[in-house]
């Protein structure tokens, strides 16, 4: 629920609803449209560390709530302080922070480098050590919030720590699944196959049934920039200064999220209707994500119990 009162989530729902509809309908009928008209005017052809920063983003970033969410479980399977566990859970945390460099590098370099010129080198290369970057900053935060008490003063609640990293996880998980899913199921090519390689153009929905299909709806760079939501759940809004520092990163988000989305449009990497609907499929996970997570948990503990009241 958004709101405390159900009244007003009815009346949320039903404008969100009426409104989404109504500019989603547009995107599909002026899907091509749209795309013809940013080849006319050549938006496309400009290149800009901007452009290659957002084009990585999408596609890594994902990456981040993911490294966030294991590494919090790799804490609470090792939360007895023995030597062997404190042994092995160090060994294990400097090999997955290695995987998560190795993620990034393979993440963030274009392949095209190793077997074709790159006109455009230092702009890939300074986008993708911005994304590095990132991926240092994340280590380092992550590591000193989950394993010291130089962030978070008081001790962690291991059951509300275990809490959170399933609704980040299931989110993040409930997200590529759908998408990638729709991907292979209508095989919509992306504007520059139709442009460029002679593609048919479909539209929204339409299931592609020939050999030239595409992954264009629904776009998984704007997944990839949603689902950094997905750390949202970690954060408490509990007094004035935790409301803030949520709200502050929620519109972060949400404005690097924007300018994924455009950057893919402008660039014909995407339709608008293939931008709309990830970000619609990706906003109702997260505002369900907590509410699937609870019920499941709440009907294994049932199960649970009923078995132990017939077994008894």
């Known amino acids: 629920m958004i709101f405390k009162q159900r009244k007003n989530n009815l009346i949320f729902w039903i404008i969100f609803g009426v409104g989404f509809t109504c500019i989603f309908t547009l995107a599909i009928v002026f899907d091509l449209a749209i795309s013809k008209f940013i080849v006319a005017k050549e938006i496309n052809h400009s290149t800009s560390v901007l452009n290659e920063i957002f084009a990585i983003y999408g596609s890594y970033i994902v990456a981040v709530p993911i490294y966030v969410g294991l590494l919090a479980l790799i804490k609470l399977a090792f939360s007895k302080q023995t030597d062997l566990a404190r042994g092995l859970k160090i060994t294990i945390i400097i090999f997955y922070n290695l995987v998560f460099l190795g993620a990034s590098v393979y993440l963030t370099i274009d392949r095209v480098w190793f077997y074709k010129a790159v006109t455009d080198f230092l702009t890939e290369l300074i986008a993708a050590i911005t994304m ?26 291991e059951v509300r720590l275990l809490e959170k990293t399933l609704f980040c996880l299931t989110f993040v998980i409930l997200s590529l699944a ?67 520092y949520f709200l502050t990163l929620q519109i972060i988000i949400g404005v690097l999220a924007t300018i994924t989305g455009l950057s893919r449009l402008l660039y014909l990497r995407h339709f608008l209707s293939d931008v709309l609907f990830a970000t619609l499929i990706c906003s109702l996970y997260v505002i369900f994500t907590k509410s699937i997570v609870r019920k499941i948990f709440y009907q294994v503990k049932t199960n649970k119990r009923l078995k132990e009241v017939e077994n008894g």
């Open 132 to 157: 590095y970057l990132v991926t240092i900053i994340t280590i380092i935060l992550t590591s000193l919030t989950l394993f010291t008490s130089k962030i978070i003063k008081q001790p962690l609640d």
């Open 178 to 244: 759908t998408i990638g899913l729709c991907k292979i199921v209508f095989g919509r090519p992306r504007p520059l196959q139709v442009f460029n390689e002679g593609y048919d153009f479909k539209y929204t929905f339409q299931i592609n049934f020939s050999t030239k299909r595409g992954t264009s709806f629904p776009s998984g760079h704007t997944m990839g920039s949603i689902s950094c939501f997905g750390l949202m759940f970690y954060l408490k809004k509990d007094t004035k200064k935790q409301k803030i």
